[in-house]
């Protein structure tokens, strides 16, 4: 057995068997990062505990195996694709956030999103300094591995700056907090040695005067390239030296367990200007002046070439049009504590650029939603360049930082360089206050032609930037996309450093092997992804990773990004003549890929290019749909209230036998439904859920508004257990009876129990019964409120969306929590009562922007209402929490310690209350029986 097969049958005998992944297709897909290079990993481990870690490391060191630490997978330089194993960090331990210090100092542990970072700082006025586009989805541990900026954060206050201890391991297993004095003094003791070399490191460069001279200076600016050697010049304790180093080290010293970082005060108030300029030359001498002169918050510049990308937009403004070809436009912000403050600011910005006569006179917008708008502008950006390219094509983006002064000449020697070989389209833009400048080219991976001729862009604009005493990163990190160019960036001597560095603190080489240090001359050219056709939905992703954060199901099969990997890699199997493997691959993929997607759409509202991926897994499904599906489908569909009240039926003779059996046994028969049906039932006494109730009868009209009530056929089928309580009585009388309090007259549509907006079909791909079961839901509607005259609510929300995207213009839809705030606020009288309430707003909520109404809706009737934190969808997506429950269960698995001290929770989509009750342990119903209790006529 050869010593890689020795470790992974080690790692089998240590860790559980779901935990240890090396499956080539799987492997593959959970290694895939943002950058253009193929996953090389042989194997990936979940790593849950420090203790687990300890082991991992033993067993790499015992066999010689190289390990990766894995965060996001956001970088886009390569940092993480890994040798032999991808090491991922799952559950708990790993994501705490503790606020220190009234919110001036936050520890936040390596799996924690650095946007969550901002949001538990925002009741002290705080916020983490680093910005990088990706914070949203960026782990912490990623983020300091490659010490990433952003937007506005300057040098001084990046991640290596503000950090103030920092809890790490080493490859040989020693672990180390910074924060602990006894932790670092049996630290000195045991690593006397190593911290002995890192002080020989550091008086080589003091002691040589031109490197000294260029560490200092290099790290003046934006600087990610190699190692961060102005750890040496910067501090004088080996431990500091050590801490500082692992910063940027992109994984292959360290691993980093949890950073404490400095905060700052955060500025609420802003204002915002897009300035035009002739010149590129005139912009810069601007940015120079502003820089000096007065505090900003971002200077985006935007060259000629990328205005004329955003010029296609409609809501691009006139007045920059037609600048001509040198011309130029800066992005301004500032931000203030107060109004007066933000007065000044904006006054001493007008005065310094007005005598550079810009295209337009001044004028910085103080209005949100104007605000956004400006910066939606910038944000098109990427989309419109990633966007339009062909399917062939990958958007390789590359990022370089100089001195401000020599802006100016970057940029147009860059797009000089672009030009000469065929990138015409490719404009440079970039964060001018840090002199860091960005472009994209559409690149042909697979192309050796094309890729030979971004090798000569890269090589040539190197060249330039190395001239101005620039950067040749910024802030992406280096990667495998420079670490070809360490050596020439840094000269021999300071190369030897890092060498020397690498070698003292990871002798074997284990730690992400050839990042940064690589001696392949050509390691940034080699080992590309497949870049091909697979459909237009889904082309033009660029595997930036932004999605997985509210995907549902990317620790139990793929996620959103991997899906999309795994396609592409699927087609490059086809196109190499591989189609064995292409067809095992496509089976593992239905499995894991397309069956798991609960197609919540979600991710679609995170992804740069909005792709909705949620609707391609639907195409998937509907062209697997086989002709018996489909002849099975058209029958229920014929035969609605029958298979209504089958299924109802079904419920009640189930909940009563559960009854009988008691729980153990009700649970004890999931296994045995899942084997015979395909779906495993919990014990349906503990989920609330039976058979659901007759149609309720409206009272006599008595002339009043009349309202449109379409009871969902989920609720219709699925009621609550049989319980006398108030709660438990029927929805559908319930939400009757609330709309009669508010004075109005109810109409059912004629043959309710017929009716289905087709949202359960379309979710599994049978797009033509959906539709045809929309289409009577529409005529039945156009009946009932005689033309749209009358409001129709529908008290499920996934329905009411789909009812919105496939419905009569004329119809007005609205679920619960619209139809409260519009037509019952004014109509009943609230009495807030004193009690604590979870809610779960429904992933067809959030694309309707209703999360925050829901909260209003709630507090009109109950004191304290709790939205549990990075909870979306919840997984269980119309039956999946019964044919996939590990779905519906991972995605809830931290709701239960989330509203522990709540009373109860609600919803609106009664499928969704099935799960949040079984995973919440509280019972979850729809917002109207909230609405009912506390509320009397007026």
Request: with cysteine; aromatic share 6%.
């Amino acid at each position: 057995m050869c010593p890689f097969d020795q470790f992974v049958s080690n790692l089998r005998n240590t860790f559980p068997e779901e935990r240890v992944h090396t499956d080539e297709l799987l492997v593959k897909a959970y290694s895939v990062d943002g950058s253009p290079f193929e996953p090389r990993a042989k194997a990936v481990v979940d790593v849950a505990s420090p203790e687990d870690l300890q082991e991992l490391l033993r067993l790499s060191r015992e066999h010689k195996v190289s390990v990766t630490f894995r965060g996001a997978g956001t970088g886009v330089s390569g940092q993480t694709i890994a040798e032999e194993v991808t090491v991922r960090f799952v559950g708990p331990h790993w994501k705490r956030i503790d606020v220190l210090d009234n919110g001036d100092r936050v520890r936040a542990g390596c799996c924690v999103v650095g946007g969550d970072v901002n949001e538990a700082l925002k009741p002290y006025g705080r916020f983490m300094t680093s910005d990088p586009s990706s914070v949203g989805s960026a782990f912490i541990g990623g983020m300091a591995a490659t010490n990433a900026a952003g937007l506005s954060c300057v040098v001084a206050r990046n991640i290596y700056h503000m950090m103030t201890d920092l809890h790490f391991t080493l490859m040989d297993g020693a672990t180390v907090d910074t924060a602990d004095p006894q932790s670092v003094a049996a630290f000195r003791k045991s690593h006397k040695a190593m911290l002995d070399e890192l002080l020989g490191l550091r008086e080589r460069i003091l002691n040589n005067e031109e490197m000294d001279a260029k560490v200092r200076r290099k790290f003046s600016i934006r600087n990610t390239a190699g190692y961060s050697l102005n750890a040496f010049t910067d501090y004088d304790d080996p431990v500091e030296i050590l801490q500082h180093l692992i910063i940027g080290s992109e994984g292959t010293l360290a691993f980093i367990h949890d950073i404490t970082l400095r905060t700052a005060p955060l500025e609420t108030l802003r204002s915002t200007a897009l300035v035009g300029f002739d010149s590129l030359d005139t912009a810069i001498e601007g940015v120079l002046q502003l820089e000096a002169n007065c505090p900003m918050y971002a200077v985006e510049f935007l060259n000629s070439v990328s205005l004329g990308c955003l010029m296609e937009l409609e809501e691009f403004p006139e007045g920059l049009r037609g600048l001509g070809s040198d011309a130029c436009a800066l992005l301004l912000e500032t931000t203030a504590v107060d109004e007066a403050q933000l007065t000044e600011r904006v006054n001493k910005v007008t005065e310094l650029l007005t005598p550079l006569k810009p295209a337009l006179p001044v004028k910085f917008e103080t209005d949100p939603a104007v605000c956004e708008h400006l910066w939606n502008l910038r944000r098109a950006l990427f989309p419109i360049l990633a966007g339009t390219r062909a399917p062939e094509e990958y958007a390789y983006s590359e990022d370089y930082c100089v001195p401000i002064k020599n802006l100016p000449q970057a940029c147009n020697s860059f797009v000089e360089i672009l030009n000469k070989h065929g990138f015409t389209k490719s404009g440079v833009h970039g964060h001018a206050l840090h002199g860091n400048i960005h472009f994209s080219i559409p690149l042909q991976l697979n192309n050796p032609t094309e890729v030979g001729k971004v090798a000569m862009v890269i090589d040539e604009v190197a060249d330039v930037v190395l001239s101005l005493g620039g950067a040749l990163k910024a802030e992406h990190g280096t990667g495998r996309a420079v670490a070809p160019f360490v050596r020439r960036e840094w000269g021999d001597d300071l190369y030897k450093v890092m060498q020397d560095l690498k070698k003292a603190i990871d002798p074997d080489g284990l730690l992400n092997p050839n990042v940064i240090l690589n001696d392949n001359p050509n390691c940034h050219l080699e080992n590309l992804k497949y870049a091909g056709p697979v459909d237009r939905a889904i082309d033009t992703c660029v595997d930036c990773g932004f999605c997985e954060y509210v995907c549902p199901s990317g620790e139990v099969g793929l996620s959103s990004r991997q899906r999309i990997y795994t396609l592409r890699a699927i087609a490059g199997l086809i196109q190499a003549g591989e189609t064995e493997k292409a067809e095992r691959w496509q089976k593992k993929f239905d499995e894991k890929g397309r069956d798991t997607c609960a197609t919540d759409g979600l991710c679609s509202k995170r992804c740069p290019l909005g792709l909705d991926i949620a609707g391609y897994m639907r195409k998937l499904r509907h062209q697997a749909a086989t002709e018996r599906t489909h002849k099975v489908a058209g029958k229920i569909c014929s035969n609605f209230a029958f298979a209504q009240r089958a299924a109802s039926t079904m419920l009640n003779v189930a909940s009563a036998a559960h009854k009988l059996m008691g729980h153990n046994l009700a649970r004890g028969t999931g296994k045995l439904t899942k084997s015979m049906m395909g779906m495993q039932m919990p014990d349906l006494r503990e989920v609330n859920l039976r058979g659901g109730s007759p149609l309720p009868l409206p009272g006599r009209a008595l002339g009043r508004d009349k309202v449109v009530y379409f009871p969902s056929c989920a609720v219709r089928s699925m009621g609550y257990t049989n319980d006398e309580s108030h709660h438990n009585r029927p929805l559908m009388e319930v939400t009757v009876r609330v709309l009669e309090k508010a004075k109005f007259d109810v109409v059912l549509p004629h043959k309710t129990n017929d009716l289905c907006c087709g949202k359960a079909f379309e979710t599994k791909g049978l797009f033509e019964e959906a539709d045809l079961k929309a289409s009577e839901l529409n005529k039945a509607l156009l009946e009932a409120t005689e033309n749209g005259k009358y409001p129709v609510l529908c008290e499920t929300s996934p329905c009411l969306a789909r009812m919105k995207k496939t419905l009569d213009e004329r119809l007005v839809l609205m679920e619960p929590v619209e139809f409260v705030l519009q037509y019952l606020a004014d109509r009943l009288r609230f009495n807030q009562v004193p009690r604590k309430v979870a809610l779960h707003a429904t992933c067809s909520m959030r694309e309707m922007g209703l999360v925050e109404k829901f909260r209003e809706v709630a507090e009109k009737c109950v004191t304290d209402v709790v939205i549990p934190e990075k909870i979306f969808c919840c997984g269980f997506s119309g039956d999946k929490g019964f044919t996939h429950p590990e779905l519906n269960a991972s995605a809830l698995k931290t709701l239960a310690h989330q509203i522990r001290d709540c009373s109860e929770g609600y919803s609106t989509s009664r499928t969704c209350e099935v799960g949040l009750t079984l995973h919440g342990k509280k019972p979850y119903r729809n917002i109207l029986y909230l609405i009912d209790e506390c509320t009397s006529g007026m």
